[in-house]
């Protein structure tokens, strides 16, 4: 069984630039989470995806979007990136769509210069 | 707005002793809370996980504690080893939602 998998694992891109970050669920997981963690703080979230469908979301402006595949993977867009986008981006599965305990991929770290 | 807040950055216990976090929260619609711990340059990961409707949760060395009227849990570690260092996440939701609110994690170093 392999655990939640996130691609790439550090980026760096300039502000006003557009950036997709990729996630794998865990085997068997249906559901995908997306967090932001700035340095020092705990992780908060983005939003969630549920069957291919966004199935909540934080207080994280529409230039964040996201996609679920029918196999589950998801991405998490970025557009118009801003400095204080720079941060630890985490991705986690659950088997259902909410309620339930998340597993934590090891995170993108997204630098904006 | 803070909903979970952990108080202490950092905590540091002897090996062999018990380690204690704290973690309080302000959202009385709360029913599910976890604790998360992280290694650097790794996601977290999942240790224990307590429902509303008790007010412990046992695995292992690890004991989670809720005490809904003050809305508190703590994190019991006994007994503490030195593998246990790592930046501890206290969590919580409301099960039907899907919002997980974290807390901002205490570093925990246990000495040998």
């Known amino acids: 069984e392999t655990g939640v998998t996130q691609s790439p694992t550090h980026l760096i891109k300039t502000r006003g630039q557009q950036v997709t970050l990729r996630c794998s669920s865990q085997?068997?997981?249906?559901?995908v989470s997306w967090y932001q963690q700035a340095l020092g703080q705990g992780p908060q979230f983005i939003f969630q995806?549920?069957?291919?469908?966004?199935?909540g979301r934080g207080n994280f402006p529409p230039r964040f979007s996201g996609l679920q595949f029918p196999n589950y993977s998801s991405e998490l867009n970025v557009n118009a990136l801003e400095l204080d986008d720079s941060a630890l981006y985490l991705c986690?599965?659950?088997?259902?769509?909410?309620?339930?305990?998340?597993?934590f991929g090891p995170g993108t770290r997204l630098t904006v210069l | 707005d803070q909903q979970v807040k952990q108080n202490s950055p950092s905590l540091s216990v002897q090996e062999g002793r018990i380690s204690i976090l704290n973690c309080d929260y302000t959202?009385?619609?709360?029913?599910?809370f976890l604790w998360y711990k992280k290694y650097p340059a790794e996601g977290p990961t999942f240790l224990i996980s307590?429902?509303?409707?008790?007010d412990k949760n046992e695995d292992g060395r690890f004991t989670v504690f809720l005490n809904k009227s003050a809305k508190h849990l703590s994190l019991h570690i006994v007994p503490s080893q030195p593998g246990d260092s790592a930046v501890y996440f206290c969590?919580?939701?409301?099960?039907?939602?899907?919002?997980?609110?974290f807390g901002a994690g205490t570093r925990l170093t246990v000495k040998p």
């Open positions: 986690a599965s659950q088997i259902s769509g909410g309620g339930d305990t998340q597993y």
């Open positions: 085997s068997g997981h249906n559901t």
């Open positions: 995806y549920y069957r291919e469908e966004e199935n």
């Open positions: 959202n009385s619609m709360f029913d599910y």
């Open positions: 307590i429902s509303s409707i008790k």
């Open positions: 969590a919580a939701s409301v099960r039907v939602n899907n919002d997980m609110r």
